[in-house]
């Protein structure tokens, strides 16, 4: 029982650690309802909004050539990195992670959603070493 209660807190307090049951299919599709009108990654053309391949441990403001704002500049320059935690709080909330910011999406509110959509944006980046 303590065994199992240690697993617990572990998992919860890692970064990630209940978000690596996130469903990459389930949140391609989410990708392609919510996120590709301004995003895009694999091989798809750039959008308005910066391309999201090799965004899992990125920082923030950092795709070349991408114009930012001043409010994604200042995170990045803050030292913001794109990890599990700081998507999560990003994609459920926006402006709780950079008030400021050009975006113009409010988030998703279901946990799962977020979950999926990271685990599907985790196929378009290098595994953490």
Not at 34 to 43: I, N
Not at 118 to 124: G, S, V
Request: with cysteine; net charge negative; glycine share 10%.
């Amino acid at each position: 029982m303590v065994r199992t209660a240690i697993a617990i807190v572990a998992l919860s307090m890692s970064a990630g650690g209940a978000l690596a049951a996130g469903d990459a299919a389930l949140g391609q599709q989410v990708f392609a309802d919510r996120c590709t009108s301004c995003h895009a990654v694999g091989d798809e053309p750039a959008k308005n909004g910066p391309p999201l391949n090799d965004v899992i441990g990125r920082a923030a403001a950092s795709v070349q050539g991408f114009t930012y704002s001043p409010a994604m500049l200042e995170a990045g320059t803050a030292g913001v990195v794109w990890d599990i935690e700081t998507l999560t709080k990003f994609i459920t909330k926006p402006r709780s992670v950079v008030n400021g910011s050009n975006m113009s999406f409010t988030g998703l509110r279901n946990p799962d959603d977020v979950a999926n959509v990271i685990a599907y944006l985790a196929t378009f980046s290098p595994p953490a070493q």
